[in-house]
C-alpha cells in the first residue's frame, strides 16, 4: 500500500490511462512510480472503440453535464475504461483521465466525462481522477498535465541536455525538460503548452470524405500539395501569438476543414497536415534553449509526411520516442499512472510553466474502492 506522506516513499505498481481526442480508444498501462522516479514499466492494453461507440462519442464533444447525448458517452466511457482495467492484476493505485469532451480554462471550465468513484468500486481499486479541474479553479489552463512525467522520464533515459516532448494527439503539445533541474516544479525545468491542432482535423477531414477513422501512415497527404495561402490564414490565428503556456479544445480549431473545402481530397490532407506541422514550428520558437532533440509521441508520429514535415524545418533530430526506449503509444497513460502516485502522496502536478496555475499544486480526486485503502 502507499505510504502516508512524510515517510520514505516505496515505489508502487500504479495503473494509468487514457482515451484521447482522437477517439480511438482507451491506453492504459502500468508504471513502478514512487511519484518522483520511475523505476519501470509494466504490462500495457488497448481497447479500442467500436464505430458506434466512436459516434456516441463524437456527437457529445463540445457538451458539458446534462446536455444531450452526453449520459449515453459516460455510458461508453465507464464500460470501456472498467471493461480493459479489469484485466490488471497486482496494481496498487489507479489513475483515471477519463475522456475529454470540453476544455475552456477561461470559460465554463474543463470537462472529463467518467465516474471515479465508480469505478474504483468496479476494481476494488483507489482510483484517482478528475485532475484537471484543481488547476483551472486556480487560474491554470488546466493542460497539459504529462509535463510532470516527462521530467520523470527525462531522467528516466538518462538525458543530460534540453530536448522537447512533442505529444500529437488530437491536439499537439510540447514539452521542454531541462534534466538537469532537480525536480519538475523547480524554475527553468519545463515548459509546457499546446501548439495547436494535430491529428483532430486530419481525422476528421477523412471521416467526412472517405469514411475512415484517420491518413493511415500519411499515404493520402503523401498525394497532394500544401496549399500555401490556407496554410497563412491559419497562422494568423491569435492563438499562435499568444505567450505559452497555453490550451485548446478539441475542436478550437474546426474551420480548418473549411480551409480546404474546396481542395481535392490528397491536397486536403497535405495542408491539413502541413499545418499541423507548422503549429509545431511556431511553438518550438518558445522553447528557452534549442533542444538537443525532440521526441516524438501519439499518433502523428506514424504519419512519415508530418514527421518529415517538421524535420527539415528543425535543426535537431525529429524522432518517435520509441529510439529512447520509450512506448510513445502508451506514454500519456503511463502519465496519469505516474501522476496518480504523485496524487496520492501529496505531490504538485503542475505549475506555473506547465499550464500557467498561480504556484505549483496537486490536482485530483481520490476515490477509495475498499474502505481503509490509500
Known amino acids: 500500500m502507499l505510504k502516508p506522506k512524510g515517510k520514505p516513499q516505496a515505489p508502487v505498481r500504479a495503473l494509468g490511462t487514457m482515451s484521447g481526442t482522437s477517439l480511438d480508444g482507451v491506453d492504459v498501462a502500468v508504471v513502478e512510480s514512487d511519484g518522483e522516479r520511475i523505476f ?39 464500460r470501456a475504461h472498467t ?23 477561461r470559460g465554463r471550465g474543463t470537462h472529463q466525462l467518467g465516474d471515479g468513484a465508480a469505478l474504483a468500486r468496479a476494481l476494488g481499486l483507489p482510483v484517482v481522477w478528475d485532475f484537471r479541474s484543481a488547476d483551472v479553479r486556480f487560474g491554470g489552463e488546466g493542460a497539459p498535465l504529462a509535463p510532470f512525467f516527462h521530467f520523470a522520464c527525462a531522467k528516466w533515459i538518462g538525458a543530460r541536455e ?75 490565428d491569435p492563438f499562435f501569438s499568444r505567450m505559452p503556456p497555453k490550451s485548446l479544445d478539441r475542436n478550437a480549431f474546426a474551420e480548418m476543414v473549411g480551409l480546404v473545402r474546396e481542395l481535392s481530397d490528397a491536397d486536403a490532407a ?37 514527421m518529415e514535415m517538421m524535420a527539415v524545418a528543425l535543426d535537431c533530430p525529429v524522432v518517435p520516442v520509441e529510439e529512447a526506449g ?12 505516474h501522476l496518480a502516485v504523485r496524487v496520492a502522496r501529496g505531490m504538485a502536478t503542475s505549475c506555473p510553466s506547465t499550464t500557467g496555475v498561480r504556484g505549483a499544486i496537486g490536482g485530483g480526486e481520490i476515490s477509495r474502492g475498499v474502505a481503509g485503502q490509500v
Open 162 to 236: 534540453p530536448l522537447c516532448f512533442l505529444n500529437l494527439g488530437g491536439v499537439g503539445n510540447l514539452t521542454y525538460v531541462d534534466p538537469s533541474q532537480p525536480a519538475p516544479e523547480s524554475e527553468g525545468a519545463l515548459l509546457a503548452f499546446d501548439t495547436g491542432p494535430a491529428n483532430a482535423p486530419i481525422n476528421d477531414l477523412m471521416q467526412e470524405r472517405r469514411g475512415e477513422a484517420c491518413d493511415r501512415d500519411g499515404a493520402l497527404a503523401a498525394k497532394g500539395d500544401v496549399v500555401e495561402g490556407a496554410l497563412e490564414l491559419f497562422l494568423d
Open 40 to 78: 519501470g514499466f509494466g504490462e500495457t492494453a488497448y481497447r479500442e472503440y467500436t464505430n458506434e461507440e466512436r459516434e456516441v462519442l463524437r456527437r457529445a464533444l463540445g457538451r458539458w453535464p446534462g446536455e444531450p447525448g452526453v449520459a449515453e458517452a459516460a455510458e461508453v466511457v465507464q
Open 326 to 337: 520509450l512506448d510513445g503509444d502508451m506514454l500519456e497513460a503511463q502519465a496519469f499512472a
Open 270 to 306: 497535405a495542408t491539413l497536415t502541413g499545418m499541423s506541422a507548422a503549429a509545431v514550428l511556431r511553438g518550438m520558437e518558445h522553447c528557452p534553449k534549442p533542444p538537443e532533440r525532440v521526441l516524438v509521441t501519439g499518433g502523428g508520429r506514424k504519419n512519415p509526411v508530418l
Open 83 to 105: 471493461e480493459v482495467m479489469s484485466r490488471f492484476r497486482d496494481v496498487e493505485i489507479a489513475g483515471f483521465h477519463g475522456q475529454t469532451l470540453a476544455h475552456e480554462p
